[in-house]
């Protein structure tokens, strides 16, 4: 059975940090991407960064960028995201999700559009305050 469970959430006052991270279980882990999102109130979810563990390529949205930092560690099928400089605008319940990195012999590389993801984890609070 595929798990994830999003992890690290909290309140923390702007220019905070926090470290979120994405346990992953059920399934071949370095074939995956494993990607963050984020919904805000009112809001529609948001994609924010995804790593792909087969060849280690990064993405961020360009909202992120420079703030937060994806990472992967494959011996505990984890990975994080850490979030620095926070803002009140970061407030949002964050998911982690995956899909599959790989299509046949050749490398895939998803966009941050959260169709592209098939499995989902449950969501973790962050709440920045001003």
């Known amino acids: 059975e595929v798990q994830l469970q999003a992890s690290g959430g909290g309140l923390v006052q702007a220019g905070g940090s926090l470290r979120l991270s994405c346990a992953a279980s059920g399934f071949t882990f370095e074939d995956y991407v494993i990607g963050w999102f984020r919904q805000a109130p009112g809001k529609e979810r948001e994609g924010v960064s995804y790593?792909?563990?087969?060849?280690?390529?990064?993405k961020y949205a360009d909202s992120v960028k420079g703030r937060f930092t994806i990472s992967s560690d494959t011996a505990k099928s984890t990975v994080y995201l850490q979030i620095s400089r926070l803002k009140p605008e970061d407030t949002a319940v964050y998911y982690c999700?995956?899909?599959?990195?790989?299509?046949?012999?050749?490398?895939?590389?998803?966009?941050?559009?959260?169709?592209?993801?098939?499995?989902w984890g449950q969501g973790t609070q962050v709440t920045v305050s001003s």
């Open positions: 790593i792909n563990n087969k060849d280690g390529t990064t």
């Open positions: 999700a995956s899909t599959l990195g790989v299509v046949g012999d050749a490398i895939y590389e998803p966009t941050l559009n959260s169709y592209e993801f098939d499995y």
